[in-house]
């Protein structure tokens, strides 16, 4: 079998090759920021995210889980076990939904949509629901609720 050798490489096979190889790279460069961007959420989907696992620990009664989603500014202050002896006992929550999301800067505000069944002991209660909006402020590089003292 002959094999054929080009001794002399032409200046268009050099651009071609030049032009071939910046193109893949480029072609790679795309699709890297694309899977990025596909990848990566907003501030929006990043604070409903970590709301709603607050609520969702909230209605199951998974009280640490909830309290750890306070900012770590208001945990330095106020226990987990002082923190819920403010939760009153007169409404069992039921569901609850985060509804919208809306951020700034650094402080998100938070529509949420509760669930709960008023506690009476002689007789029971519909379920009511109920709107309202907390906010959600960037501390230590993660969204946390914001809670005053």
């Not at 961007?37 to 907003?42: E, G, L, M």
Request: aromatic content about 10%; charged content about 20%.
């Amino acid at each position: 079998m002959i094999s054929v050798q080009p001794t002399h490489v032409t200046p268009r096979f050099k651009a071609a090759r030049w032009n071939g190889m910046l193109c893949a790279f480029v072609a790679a460069a795309a699709l890297s920021a694309c899977a990025h961007v596909a990848t990566s959420a907003t501030t929006e989907e990043i604070v409903h995210d970590r709301a709603q696992t607050r609520w969702n620990a909230q209605v199951a009664g998974d009280w640490e889980k909830a309290y750890s989603l306070f900012a770590p500014s208001y945990r330095a202050v106020v226990s987990s076990d002082a923190h819920r002896a403010r939760l009153g006992a007169a409404a069992k929550l039921t569901e609850a939904e985060v509804t919208n999301v809306v951020c700034e800067a650094e402080v998100c505000t938070v529509r949420v949509r509760l669930g709960f069944a008023p506690v009476l002991k002689s007789r029971a209660l519909p379920v009511e629901s109920t709107h309202f909006e907390e906010r959600w402020v960037l501390e230590e590089g993660h969204w946390w609720l914001f809670q005053g003292l």
